[in-house]
């Protein structure tokens, strides 16, 4: 079976980094690209980063740009995000998401086959 397994999440203070990693099992990792989206209380899935299955097309949205970097190590199937100067607003469980389209790297969350449960990031104010 498909597993995805985020972990890194926590709170942090406004200003700080933060990593976050995502383990994939069940799956040809290298075949599929990877994403990292959020959702924030009241609000909608938003898309914050993707990557291509060979990891060297990467994807971000506005507000990640320039401050955040999503990269993979395909051999020990993880996928990571960093994120600097983390902000009050990036407060939002983040998940996970596979597409068996390894050039994919959508912005589309419907796309993606496969989630995982998601990662708590509470940032202070």
């Known amino acids: 079976q498909v597993q995805l397994v985020e972990s890194g999440g926590g709170l942090v203070e406004t200003g700080s980094s933060l990593g976050l990693s995502c383990i994939a099992s069940?799956?040809?990792?290298?075949?599929?690209?990877m994403a990292w989206f959020r959702q924030a209380p009241g609000k909608d899935r938003e898309f914050v980063a993707a990557?291509?299955?060979?990891?060297?097309?990467?994807y971000y949205s506005d507000s990640m740009k320039g401050r955040s970097a999503i990269s993979r190590d395909n051999s020990v199937n993880t996928m990571y995000l960093t994120v600097r100067n983390i902000q009050p607003t990036d407060t939002a469980v983040y998940y996970c998401?596979?597409?068996?389209?390894?050039?994919?790297?959508?912005?589309?969350?419907?796309?993606?086959?496969?989630w995982g449960q998601g990662t708590q990031v509470t940032v202070s104010s």
């Open positions: 998401a596979a597409d068996r389209r390894s050039g994919g790297a959508t912005l589309k969350a419907a796309q993606y086959d496969y």
């Open positions: 069940g799956l040809p990792f290298d075949s599929y690209a």
């Open positions: 990557i291509n299955g060979g990891g060297g097309i990467q």
